[in-house]
């Protein structure tokens, strides 16, 4: 499975961006994509990650609220809707799908990673 993140982009505080995630290779049949996020100079850490069979959402506390995660089955494709955004949202954001059961916190599940894409946010 190959993963292409895009959308990210600058915008201002308070304002939106959408990230879209293609999978391809084959179709993706779960259990779990995710989004992660590393900003300079600290680790990786979990944004979002939804149950790709049933649609079951889980976010970090930092973006619950203003985070939407989601996925499009027939399209292989998750989406993060991002609202009110915080300049501390500002990282590289990755795209992950795991093919195996497990804790979707954690990056250990997780066999296939997208390249990233950068959101900057301005206040």
């Known amino acids: 499975v190959q993963l292409q993140a895009s959308g990210g982009g600058l915008a201002q505080a308070g304002g939106s961006l959408r990230l879209s995630c293609v999978a391809s290779?084959?179709?993706?049949?779960?259990?779990?994509m995710a989004w992660f996020r590393q900003a300079p100079g600290k680790e990786r850490e979990f944004v979002a990650a939804v149950n790709w069979n049933n649609g079951y959402t889980y976010y970090d506390d930092s973006v619950k609220g203003r985070f939407t995660i989601s996925r499009d089955i027939a399209k292989n494709t998750m989406y993060l809707q991002m609202s009110s955004l915080k300049s501390e949202d500002t990282a590289v954001y990755y795209c992950?799908?795991?093919?195996?059961?497990?804790?979707?916190?954690?990056?250990?599940?997780?066999?296939?990673w997208g390249q990233g894409t950068q959101v900057t946010v301005s206040s």
């Open positions: 992950a799908a795991a093919a195996r059961s497990g804790s979707v916190w954690y990056t250990d599940i997780y066999d296939y």
């Open positions: 290779g084959r179709t993706f049949s779960g259990p779990a």
